[in-house]
């Protein structure tokens, strides 16, 4: 009697714990893409972000990479691996939305160009408002998106932090110095707490893919939209090219995450896949980064 009592206490508890952490997972994912963003704003300088963003050059990779180069390379692997319909639907919709909102992170360890970063991410987030919606119900039968949400989402949690850091160190650097160290704090807390949480709440349903293609497809995706955006720079300095692939081989996982909640009767499997993909993107990322970072050191060397 007493064990049953202790047991049932026990489930009570966790299931409490397990709602503490689905009611907190959401507006943690906004502070960590916040922070990013406003981290990523005040390391920018603004004369070298507005030529960043008259760059022709850049325009064009970017519009390739991300929109004709990606999803091709999205329904490649889709093609290729026998995966289930649910994975095939959270890769094609991770493949129209590059740009992870950790992206500062890893461009500091590559030891990339922060500026032309700084002026990369408003690129790519226009760029996926546009097409993410044009794109998708092509690549996904019966899917249509929210234009006003994504605008939404990038304005409030991406837009505006991005540009008030940018304008702090612009306009008044002394302030954006001493609050540096605290954001960049928070960036990084921030992250790890996400990398805890989604495991503690999605961990059950990411074992049970184990040999279902679904982490090769994601490993596939990555490895060579990064390489191909790396080696073929088209004349862009090292740092930039690094810049550009962390860019393309990451996801924007908060717009596919909100992409995926208009798709009617939705698959639980497709969020778990998306998931995913965030968590095994950081990784990815941060082994890029420090090839990157290396060949940076010899690039100066």
Known sequence: MASNIESNRKK??????????ENTFE????IF???NLAIMGLQAKMPELIAGLKNKKALVLIFVWGWVLGPALGLLTAWILPLSEPFVIGLLLCSLAPCAPFLP?????????????SALFPLVAIGTIIFMPLLAPFLIKGVTLSVGGLVKLFLISMLIPLIIGVALKH???????KIFPVVNFIAK???????IWSFALYSPEMLATVGSFGLLSMTIFMVIIGWI????GFGMKQNQRSVMS????????????????TVPDLDPLVITYIIMFILWSFVIAAIAARIFGKQAFKSVA
């Open 12 to 21: 009570k508890d966790m299931n409490q714990i397990l709602q503490f952490l």
């Open 246 to 261: 962390l860019g393309m081989l990451t996801r924007n996982g908060a717009v596919v995450l909100l992409a995926a909640m």
């Open 33 to 35: 893409t916040v922070s």
């Open 171 to 177: 306009y008044m650097e002394t302030v954006s110095n």
């Open 229 to 232: 955006t790396y080696r073929i």
């Open 27 to 30: 507006p943690l994912v906004f």
């Open 189 to 195: 807390l921030s992250a790890l707490a996400t990398i």
């Open 105 to 117: 992170l890893m461009v500091t360890k590559a030891d990339g160009d922060m500026n032309f970063a």
